[in-house]
């Protein structure tokens, strides 16, 4: 079973940088997309990046589009999210996901995997602070 945990979140001023981790401790999501989606207070969950299965595709919603990168790294189970030029308004708990390939089969492309709806194993959230 997918378990995914994140980390590398914490509290840094506009411009900054970080970069959280997304890993899976049962070591067996070579088979599954990876998502990330974030929720600043009192929003609704939103789309930030996801990573296909085999790493050969990335998607980003616009906001953040030449300022973060997602990347996976199989052989360590790991997925990363390299976020530069932080802004306050990319404040918020940052959340990873598993979505399994099968899923490609039915819907592939930017607006499929934007979706949080085909998610599974959703991680415990790092939280990321962006102060003026």
């Known amino acids: 079973q997918v378990q995914l945990v994140e980390s590398g979140g914490g509290l840094v001023q506009a411009g900054d940088s970080l970069r959280l981790s997304c890993a899976d401790s049962?070591?067996?999501?070579?088979?599954?997309?990876i998502g990330w989606f974030r929720q600043a207070p009192g929003k609704e969950r939103e789309f930030v990046a996801a990573?296909?299965?085999?790493?050969?595709?990335?998607y980003y919603t616009d906001s953040v589009k030449g300022r973060f990168t997602i990347s996976r790294d199989k052989a360590k189970g790991t997925v990363w999210l390299q976020m530069n030029s932080l802004k306050p308004e990319d404040t918020g708990v940052y959340y990873c996901?598993?979505?399994?390939?099968?899923?490609?089969?039915?819907?592939?492309?930017?607006?499929?995997?934007?979706?949080?709806?085909?998610?599974?194993?959703w991680g415990q959230g790092t939280q990321v602070t962006v102060s003026l």
């Open positions: 996901a598993a979505r399994p390939r099968h899923e490609d089969y039915y819907c592939s492309g930017y607006e499929c995997y934007e979706s949080s709806l085909p998610y599974q194993n």
């Open positions: 990573i296909s299965w085999s790493g050969g595709s990335t």
């Open positions: 049962g070591r067996i999501f070579g088979n599954y997309a």
